[in-house]
T-cell receptor, first 113, second 112 residues
Framework: EAEVAQSPRYKITEKSQAVAFWCDPI?????LYWYRQILGQGPELLVQ????????DSQLPKDRFSAERLKGVDSTLKIQPAELGDSAMYLC???????????FGQGTRLTVV | GENVEQHPSTLSVQEGDSAVIKCTYS??????FPWYKQELGKRPQLIID?????GEKKDQRIAVTLNKTAKHFSLHITETQPEDSAVYFC???????????FGKGTRLSVIA
């Protein structure tokens, strides 16, 4: 069964350092999402891509976060500089099209110290 | 934008009993309503979904009902088992085909 791949699974970084997460969606899925999940809460959207284009980044803190999906396949989410409040699970999900079945990767658990 | 409210936040049931989790949404244009199960330390997994052209969908012990007029949908789990213990999230698109907005989750504990 095809799965969304994410790496790394865990990341510990110091405050003010840069950190990057990678996601490879299910083959053929044009829509890719990055969600952030704080412990005990539901996932919150950071950015949505349709192919290589950003279609919703209204909740992305653009002063420190950036995301790209250059070839419309895999994607990278970067934080620079990291802050203590960024500690969370970063989940990537993909779907054939927006607003339909979304399948999640295992996530990257980020701890900022 | 879409606002999804989920209740209760925690739910404990005896093994074999039924569990019901309810969600309300605000955007009348929303037409797709999935439910996800997230076990501790794992990814959210889609367990059942419903589209706005039907009122109920069932898959073995799990069912989802939708009331578009009242803008609410519910997850029903019958004959609960300890392995049903997890956090359950409902979701709805922000508007039509836009990204899913998630509820805050319900922590279900099934007591053997």
């Amino acid at each position: 069964e095809a799965e969304v791949a994410q790496s790394p699974r865990y990341k510990i970084t110091e405050k003010s350092q840069a950190v990057a997460f990678w996601c490879d969606p299910i083959s053929g899925h044009a829509t890719l999402y990055w969600y952030r999940q704080i412990l005990g809460q539901g996932p919150e959207l950071l950015v949505q891509f349709q192919d290589e284009s950003v279609v919703d980044d209204s909740q992305l803190p653009k002063d420190r976060f950036s995301a790209e999906r250059l070839k419309g396949v895999d994607s990278t989410l970067k934080i620079q500089p990291a802050e203590l409040g960024d500690s969370a699970m970063y989940l990537c999900a993909s779907s054939r099209r927006s607003g339909r079945e979304a399948f999640f990767g295992q996530g990257t658990r980020l701890t900022v110290v | 934008g879409e606002n999804v409210e989920q209740h209760p936040s925690t739910l404990s049931v005896q093994e074999g009993d039924s569990a019901v989790i309810k969600c309300t949404y605000s955007d009348s244009a929303s037409n797709y309503f999935p439910w996800y199960k997230q076990e501790l330390g794992k990814r959210p997994q889609l367990i059942i979904d419903i589209r706005s052209n039907v009122g109920e969908k069932k898959d073995q012990r799990i069912a989802v009902t939708l009331n578009k007029t009242a803008k609410h949908f519910s997850l029903h789990i019958t004959e609960t088992q300890p392995e049903d213990s997890a956090v359950y999230f409902c979701a709805a698109p922000n508007s039509g085909n836009t990204p899913l907005v998630f509820g805050k989750g319900t922590r279900l504990s099934v007591i053997a």
